[in-house]
């Protein structure tokens, strides 16, 4: 069963200062990965994902991630965090294998203070 | 905007009744998902209509159950509430051909059962 644990309930950081909020997964096969943004009585925006290839994908917004196959991890990353960045951060997987839906973690919730 | 829609965007109902909600896919999105997000928690998947026949389903009990229609819009229906449905309904639409596509959400419909 596919599975995603975003340890983190919440991350607070200053602005201008790097962000990173963590993602591990279980998966059988090979995942496909993704990040999505909740604001606030909104629906999900998509981020960044991972398909193959270059382990550091970027997305939207400065937005990146990095996947690493050994520690089943894609955490989110951020060079210089800010205000309008505060929200809540879903980590998703699915497997290459089958048709398979999204599996969210239960998210994060970054708080960027000025 | 993901050109994704639902409506209602808000609802309330008594225990026991009966609810519909809708949802239209992005043009050129032939598979629509529907989730579940209780407060505090990520989206839990439901299940996916792909060309009119569902095609895969999450742990939700028979009285969950959907419709897609052939301009792939869509349709959750619930009956017999009960105040743990309470909860955002997300539609999200993607293309069944790319796995490694991402989902594009709707803004969601809030359910309130009282």
């Known amino acids: 069963a596919q599975s995603v644990a975003q340890p983190e309930d919440q991350v607070n950081v200053a602005e201008g200062n790097p962000l990173t909020v963590k993602c591990t997964y279980s998966?059988?096969?090979?995942?496909?990965l993704f990040w999505y943004v909740q604001y606030p009585n909104r629906g999900l925006q998509f981020l960044l994902k991972?398909?193959?290839?270059?382990?550091l994908v970027k997305g939207s917004y400065g937005f990146e991630a990095e996947f690493n196959k050994s520690q089943t991890s894609f955490h989110l990353k951020k060079p210089s965090a800010l205000v309008s960045d505060s929200a809540l951060y879903f980590c998703?997987?699915?497997?290459?294998?089958?048709?398979?839906?999204?599996?969210f973690g239960k998210g994060t919730r970054l708080s960027v203070i000025a | 905007e993901t050109g994704v829609t639902q409506s209602p965007t808000h609802l309330i109902k008594t225990r026991g009744q009966q609810v519909t909600l809708r949802c239209s896919s992005q043009?050129?999105?032939?598979?629509v998902s529907w989730y579940q997000q209780a407060l505090g928690q990520g989206p839990q998947f439901i299940f996916q209509?792909?060309?009119?026949?569902?095609?895969g389903r999450g742990n939700f009990p028979p009285r969950f159950s959907g419709l897609q229609f052939p301009n792939y819009s869509s349709e959750l229906n619930v009956n017999a509430l009960e105040l743990d449905d309470s909860a955002l309904y997300l539609c999200?639409?993607?293309?069944?051909?790319?796995?490694?596509?991402?989902?594009?959400f709707g803004q969601g419909t809030r359910l309130t059962v009282v």
């Open positions: 991972y398909i193959t290839g270059d382990n």
């Open positions: 209509y792909y060309r009119e026949e569902e095609n």
């Open positions: 999200a639409s993607s293309s069944y051909r790319g796995l490694n596509t991402e989902a594009f």
């Open positions: 998966v059988s096969g090979n995942p496909y």
């Open positions: 998703a997987v699915r497997s290459t294998s089958g048709n398979t839906p999204l599996v």
């Open positions: 043009s050129g999105h032939n598979t």
